[in-house]
Structures are given as C-alpha cells and as structure tokens.
C-alpha cells in the first residue's frame, strides 16, 4: 500500500528517421516500450556499392543484451558486399559466368549472415570469452530496380503488400515447428515449452553462442542456426509497400493487421513517418511488452488510392482563404478517421494474443468517448474522482491519456 508500483515503466518515446532515394520512400521507428533497456537495432542504406538504384533495410531484435544486435547493424551489409565480392572472385576463377544481380545478392546475404555470426564471435572480446551470451533475429531486404531479395533468421518478419494484399511473408523461425526441432535433436539439444533447452524461444539468430557448441556441424546446422531462409521477389507495378519490423509488432498484429492499418492511414493523408510511430503506440496499447522497431517502404503504387482531401467540397479557386479551409478540412477528416481506426485496430478481439485488454494496465483509452467533463474514459470504466478534478483543471497530477506522437 502506498509503494511504488511493480509495473514494468513504459519508454513510449521514439527514435525516427525518413529518406526518398530511387522512387522509395522510407520511415523507421523505434521504441523502448515496456522492456527495462532497448535491444532492437536496424541498419537502412540508400546506396549500394555495385548496385545502382539499390536500397538495404534491415531490423534486428536483440535478446539477453543489446551487444549482438547493435554490433550487426553496424556491419551487416558491409558483411554482405564482403561475401559478393569473395563469391564473384571464385567464380571468375573457376570460369564460371557471373549471377545476375539478383542472384548475386541473395547468395551474399546467406554467406554474410553466416560470415557475420562466425566474426563477431571471434573478435567481440565479450562474445569471444563467453562474459556476453547476447543473440539477435534479423530480418533484411534489397530493393533493387527489379527485385526485393529478403533474408530471415529468427522471429523478426517482412511482408510485402500488393494491390491491398499480403503477397509475401517470411516464415519465423519458432523452436516448435518440425524442421526446426530435427535440427536441434540432430544437433544434441532438445525443445521444452516451446523453447530450445528449455531457454530461447527463437531457433534461428545471431550470437547465441553457448548454443553453437558442435565444431563437427556447419553453422546452419547447430541448435541455434545462423542459415537464413532467403526469398528473392520480382516487383510488380502494383506493389504497394514493404514493413519490416521485429517481433514487437508481430506479437499483438496480424500480417493482414498491419497491413490494413497502415494502408488505411496512408491513404488517409498521413505522412509515412506518422504512420510508421502510430503503428508502434496501437501495438503498445493492444499489450504489446517486447521493444519494437518498424520500417514501412512505400513502393510506387502506394499513392494510387491516397486521398488527402476532395476538393470540390469547396470553390476550386486557389486563394489563400480557401487553401485554409481545405487544410481545416482535412485535418478534421484525418482526427475522424483515427478516432475510428485506433477504436477497429485496438479492439481486444482483433489480438492474435487473444489478450484481456479491458483490464489493468492493458486498457484501451477511447479517445471519442467522454465524459460530463470532457475526459477520454476507459473502455468499462468511469473516471474517478480525481480524474474528474484534473480534467476540469483541479487536482494535480492525475493521470492522461497519452498522445499518439506527431511527425
């Protein structure tokens, strides 16, 4: 009674970044969320040497410290180039005619992956003497003029979106499915409770090295693999976007979810950054307890559906009056819009946790609902007497509601 609370406290502030290069838009968002420390990492670079056009953005989701995931970001694609230009020498020694861009590309990513792991244990002095026993799932992308080339280790997912559809996803990497469970027996582990040795709940991943322990098996082949599945993608006109995001977002939203919600927005005449950081506070409000890290691709035929505002609502002469009523109108129709999005999207029903968020800390705040007083209830809930105060400017320091970040 009276002491602090036990509760985990919530980080809700964000890290941000946005670019255009080759015809793409990006946004990427991070936040601490409930975690006591940040352990996601991503890396984007909008040029690649020996790739014209070529973008790379990848998200890493650490795990028992941040040192794995943010050490690879650092060098994940220099790893890769690294592993292309190796590949590319062998093959002109052997006579054997070059891979087609494409091509080259996801056989790098693979070999990187595993050159990258087998690396950073070796001269990471922490990683090396055993002190750190960090890990990280990664999931990365090219987007090249033609082709996306996707690589997946572990529970991190990319999905891509076409003609309002989820036309691609990566598999995660889980301990209980069958492929997965042969390869750890085969490698003298076993899985409990859905968890390798009764501890990782993840199968494929950086780092991890107490788990890497048979030197008579290829890395691929260990309890904890470092083999990406590799997926390579020709683009269509009608691709829309490419999310890659870590399992923060994946735990409490649906591929079709995600996908519906950040179309929705987009289409409502947000900005991609916005999107991108309202994306992370419905996954945190719908119980999301992981560090989340999201970056969307908007991909050409994004803007074909995109409405900002009907202009013949209003004379359609361009006066600096009328130009400010259209703005006021279109921000009224966006504020309408989210009330309706954040109440379909933060609805418990729609959790693939299944999770109980009328209650406690998990509470959906329903910002078009109110009170006598104007204040924002709580989905069952009435405010209390306090809140009442606050809301009508008396008593200090109740709570509110938290804003949705603005970009």
């Known amino acids: 009674m009276g002491g602090k609370s036990s509760l985990p406290k919530r980080v809700t502030q964000k890290e941000t970044c946005k ?16 975690r006591p420390t940040m352990e996601d990492a991503h890396q984007i670079k909008t040029e690649v040497l020996g790739h014209p056009k070529t973008a790379f953005f990848a ?16 060098v994940l694609l220099q790893a890769v180039l690294e592993a292309e230009t190796y590949s590319q020498k062998k093959a002109a020694e052997d006579g054997r005619p070059p891979l087609e861009p494409a091509e080259s590309l996801a056989v790098a990513m693979r070999e990187g992956f595993i050159n990258l792991d087998l690396n950073m244990r070796t001269t990471i002095p922490q990683l090396a003497q055993g002190v750190d026993t960090s890990g990280s799932t990664c999931v990365a992308a ?19 979106c076409t003609s309002g559809q989820v036309r691609f996803s990566t598999n995660d990497h889980k301990p209980g499915s069958p492929e997965e469970q042969a390869r750890i027996k085969a490698a003298g582990g076993f899985v409990i409770m859905g968890r390798v040795c009764g501890n990782l709940a993840v199968s494929r991943a ?23 599945d590799m997926t390579t993608i020709e683009r269509k006109p009608d691709d829309q976007f490419l999310i ?39 996954c945190l409000k719908k119980g999301s307890t992981d560090n989340m890290t999201a ?11 995109r409405s900002y505002i009907d202009r013949t609502v209003l004379p359609n002469e ?27 999207f933060t ?11 009328t209650r406690g800390r998990g509470s959906v705040v329903r910002r078009d609902r109110k009170d006598a007083n104007g204040l924002p209830t709580i989905a069952g809930q009435h405010p209390t007497e306090a809140q009442a105060q606050a809301a009508a400017g008396g008593a200090d320091g109740a709570d509110k509601p938290q804003h949705i970040s603005e970009v």
């Open 142 to 160: 090219f987007v090249t003029p033609t082709h996306i080339v996707v690589a997946n280790l572990g529970d991190s997912r990319a999905i891509l």
């Open 295 to 305: 970056v969307i691709v908007r991909l050409h035929a994004a803007d074909a559906r």
């Open 59 to 74: 998200c890493l989701d650490g795990h028992a410290g941040p040192t794995v995931s943010r050490v690879a970001s650092q």
């Open 318 to 344: 361009h006066t600096a009056e009328n130009e400010a009523a259209m703005a006021e109108v279109a921000r009224r129709r966006r504020e309408e819009g989210d009330m309706q999005v954040d109440a379909e």
């Open 206 to 228: 950086l780092g991890d090295y107490e788990f890497k322990d048979r030197a008579d098996l290829p890395p691929d082949q260990q309890k904890i693999g470092s083999g990406a």
């Open 244 to 282: 890659v995001a870590c399992d923060g977002i994946w735990d409490v939203m649906t591929n079709v979810q995600v996908l519906q919600f950040v179309t929705k927005y987009y289409n409502m005449g947000h900005s991609l950054a916005k999107v991108t950081n309202k994306l992370l506070d419905v």
């Open 347 to 357: 609805d418990p029903s729609t959790n693939p946790m299944r999770r109980d968020l």
């Open 19 to 34: 670019g255009k290069a080759h015809g793409l838009e990006y946004a990427q968002s991070s936040m601490q969320g409930l």
